[in-house]
């Protein structure tokens, strides 16, 4: 069954010597600023890798904005949402993402579910104090994680507490240099356990990047298999592109050879009969040569009350937006493994 999102990320961790995986990109339309080869430190055929051209299409469907989770689910348990989702999309899904907090036991149900079928799991999990994991305080936990995520034998996306940058998680995040060595001593505990079916998946807002202040959260190229960001166009705009608000974390990442991920995205309810259009556009932007996974964010979870219309992302009643997200999913560049895709 799908845990519901919590506000921090998940995390996993892949072994320390794995082979390097590259990718050529490509250019921009000019040919005057050339994508340096993507590389990857995951391991090929046991890891994620990105695509050699194009970009995974993945969702996070939250069970309550999609029919529920029934346990009989066609796919198996807490996919029923995932796959209704799929039928309004006209294909099935590169990447699934799940959530889980500091303490809960993963992989579940649905994360075996997601593992053992032809899609991606892409597992988000929350951090804790990260002084409390450099001190060796949550050791017996995180290998507990690690070896579990070795059982699965399955390739595994994993953001460990994404969206670090944010005010309201440094409480518990404290400072960069926190947790940054979190995230290294989390890393090579998973290292010890000899998990190498993960690809690491850093992950702070968007922005952050426009700020300047994600950069100093950044593990370094060895630490990290695939840059990420939260981007969503922002609750104080009326109308916003997804171009602006993703503009600085793309400037940031051009040179570094690394995938990028947008992990989560979605267009406001609130723009109504522009949703559509929104999204359009949000497909060419992301048409990126850097840019390997995107993943739509099928929720209406972040709104604070029930008349918050700019933070509702749920497509699944806007028959409109839905059309214009099945296109967005069936343009070549975000179908790389050339699914099946159904007549709609």
């Known amino acids: 069954m799908f845990k519901a999102r919590s506000r921090a990320a998940r995390a996993l961790a892949p072994a320390a010597a794995l082979a390097v995986t590259a990718v050529t990109a490509g250019c921009d339309s000019s040919g005057a600023v050339a994508t340096p080869k993507i590389r990857t430190t995951a391991q090929a055929g046991v890891a994620p890798t990105p695509p050699g051209k194009g970009a995974y299409f993945g969702a996070w469907v939250s069970p309550t904005e999609q029919g529920g989770d029934a346990e009989d689910a066609l796919g198996g348990p807490g996919m029923a949402a995932v796959t209704g989702f799929e039928r309004g999309l006209g294909r099935s899904l590169d990447i699934v993402q799940t959530f889980h907090g500091w303490k809960s036991k993963f992989p579940d149900r649905t994360d075996t579910a997601v593992a053992q079928s032809s899609r991606y799991l892409l597992l988000t999990w929350s951090g804790t104090d990260t002084r409390e994991i450099v001190r060796g305080e949550h050791d017996t936990l995180i290998r507990e994680r690690a070896r579990a995520v070795k059982a699965l034998g399955k390739p595994v996306f994993l953001r460990w507490q994404r969206d ?37 998946v850093w992950c702070p807002t968007a922005g952050g990047f426009a700020s300047g202040k994600a950069e100093s959260f950044y593990p370094g190229d060895d630490q990290v298999d695939w840059i990420c960001a939260d981007v969503y166009p922002g609750a104080d705009f009326e109308y916003r592109d997804l171009s602006e608000p993703i503009r600085g974390f793309l400037e940031w990442v051009e040179g570094r050879p690394k995938p990028i991920m947008v992990a989560e995205f979605g267009v406001p309810r609130s723009y109504g009969e522009r949703r559509a259009e929104w999204l359009r556009k949000a497909a060419q932007t992301l048409q990126h040569p850097q840019v390997k996974a995107v993943v739509y964010f099928n929720s209406n979870e972040n709104a604070t009350e029930p008349r918050d219309e700019r933070r509702k992302y749920s497509v699944t009643d806007d028959r409109h937006a839905v059309s214009a997200l099945r296109e967005f999913a069936t343009v070549p560049y975000f ?10």
């Open 164 to 200: 670090m940058d944010r005010e309201s998680l440094q409480n518990k995040v404290h400072s960069a240099g926190d947790y940054v060595a979190a995230w290294k001593h989390i890393r090579t505990l998973f290292t010890q356990e000899k998990v190498a079916n993960v690809a690491w």
């Open 335 to 344: 179908n790389p493994r050339n699914l099946p895709v159904t007549g709609g």
